[in-house]
């Protein structure tokens, strides 16, 4: 089998940024007022990501409008068709930023961030980038919501298809940008599930299913920690492989007696703590076989989670858990504080009011719990609608919940709750996103516009700016302790072969506190093979000149060690037949396979290569779980236009007899 790519010359792209919209209804005079309140007051407390400054779904006392008609405009300030979907917008510095759709429904449909005065409405800016080779519905597209760096002035954005954007706040400029598919082997999916970024110091932490090379082949969710400024990759870690799905609970940033940790529900089915600085795992708590996509709430050192699929022990579907965070590894026993079976809360993150938790399941109704007990508080409350995936928003001691089709404020009794007001939403207004507020207004995103909604004017802001994740970084900085971890710096790149790369050792504390860079012993692994001329004692790695490499650099400190992983191509022409690769039997099947070769993404684990009428070629594995389709990566990111030509056999099983096709496209 052989497979051929010649030439490359360099292809842009560019998309029309089309024209900004009417906003409308506009009530010009209440605009005006509200925006020269603020300019005489200063800036406004910021809404950095979807779930609030304080990470907890949150928005303190505002005094917010409890209702609003669309149909006669009351109470709505503005709308905005520039934002619509399914993303949970954020505001800093008097800006709205969401993740939305561009130009749907057309051949030049594609992804994009826009920006609006939150304010007046009015489009600022947008940035537009691709979406290609994913099974993502068009409607599922703007599925994550944008992240802030308030400190540099950075939004991020995580599309579909793993193109992940830093993006100047003020201009809409594009400061960096990263192919995660390409370059990482992070999974697109057909459900579009696409988890969101978070910040932590001057790191954007992003993650997925990952089908990567040598010892990441195997799926498995997987996070990078990336230089907010750079995008340089500082660590790469994962949850357990072979996972049953994808995910997209969004981490919370937290401190655990002096250790920073970000809490997240995985697609193994567990909640893990990751140190956010290297990446190390700390410890797990597994509630279901399948993927956890509620974001989990962590207040006073608890953590409340929901999940709506098996549970562990028993035939019951869902439930709603509460558990410490002491422990090291595994501490599901040991951690567990309750839990309510049989709570199908698989898309809405869990809410704190007072002494008592909220989960909103999928089927509309909202159970409400005593935070110390888990016992109920009342029967669960029915809401309009059928569906749940918004997140409540907390505010002015009240509930705000939306399901799919329905809108409610609820205040809490003392026998559960009551209605402050509920109403049925226009069928184009399907709410997916979440409320948020800010400076006493909610903005409501549905799939077909957004909603800023108030009565008035808000008076100048008391309330200073909160940053939960600031917070959790000043509060977790030192003095760090003697040296227990060894990160190697950048921890995964790509360059050109012949190409040198420096890399740094940062060391670091049990508690993931950085000590200092250091010094230390280099070695090298290329294509699985020892390499020590690969790279000098200062750690400066040189990738061979005129092959197809991955390698493995190792930094010794002490006792201490640390990798960081490099591809490397040569330039075009490639030419690929397979025919120099091992064969090995399997003790198990008795067949005689060989592996791809070691640095294309996502080829291991569901190729082999094998031979077939006397020829070695690469076969396609269709034993393993959720083995139907795959996607698999060669070269670097910056070729484009360029032809490749190869052999293809497929056979076809079924009420016919099986038969044999090759063919040679290009």
Known sequence: MTVNVTGAETMKFSYPTGKPRAVAPLVAAVVAVAAAALAADGLAADWPDWRGPGL???????????????????????????????????????????????????????????????????????????????????????????????????????????????????????????????????????????????????LVI????????????????????????????????????????TTYSTPSIANFGGAAAIVFGSSDGSIWNLQPRTGKPAWNFRLSPRGVNVSPLVVDGVVYAAQAEENLDNATMGCATAFSVDGSGDITESAKLWQVKEVLDGRAMPVALGDRVYFADNTAKLHMFDRATGKPVARPQRLLGTIVRASPLVADGKLFVCTTSGWHVLEPTDSGLKFVDRMRLKEEDEVTASPIAWEGRLYLTTGSRIYCLGDSPPPPSSQPGSNRAADVAEETQGPAGEPAWVQ????????????????????????????????????????????????????????????HAGAVVTAVVGELTGTARVRSMPPLPWSFDFEGIPLVTDPKSGLAKGEPPLPWLGMRYRHIVREVDGSKCLVKVTTIPKGTRSQGWIGPIELADYAMVADFRAEEFGGTPAKAESSEDE
């Not at 944008?146 to 298809?161: K, L």
């Not at 990567?212 to 082949?217: K, L, Q, V």
């Open 56 to 202: 907890d779904r949150h928005a303190g006392e505002q005094g917010l409008v409890t209702s609003f008609d669309p149909k006669k405009g009351t109470n709505v300030l503005w709308t905005s068709d520039e934002v619509q979907g399914i993303s949970t917008p954020i505001i800093v510095d008097r800006r709205l930023y969401s993740l939305v759709r561009h130009m749907p429904g057309t051949s030049a449909e594609a992804e994009k961030v826009v920006c609006l005065d939150a304010v007046t409405g009015d489009k600022l800016w947008e940035n537009v980038f691709n979406v290609y080779l994913s099974d993502v519905p068009a409607e599922r597209v703007g599925w994550s919501s944008v992240a802030a760096d308030p400190a540099t002035g950075s939004i991020f954005a995580h599309g579909v298809c793993g193109v992940f954007t830093c993006i100047d706040a003020k201009t809409g400029e594009t400061r960096w940008q990263r192919s995660l598919h390409e370059e990482f082997g992070f999974l697109s999916t057909y459900g579009g599930r696409t988890n969101v970024p978070v910040v932590f110091e001057d």
């Open 206 to 245: 992003a993650s997925a299913v990952v089908t990567g090379w040598g010892d990441t082949a195997k799926p498995a969710h997987r996070f990078l920690g990336m230089d907010v400024a750079t995008g340089e990759v500082r660590w790469m870690s994962g949850t357990r492989e072979l996972p049953a799905d």
């Open 488 to 547: 190697v710096v950048p921890a995964e790149i790509q360059v050109a072969a012949g190409e040198s790369v420096s890399l740094r050792v940062r060391l670091y504390d049990a508690m993931g506190r950085f000590v200092k860079e250091s010094p230390a012993t280099f070695s090298c692994h290329v294509n699985g093979k020892p390499a020590p001329d690969a790279v000098s004692s200062t750690g400066v790695y040189t990738a061979p000149a005129d092959m």
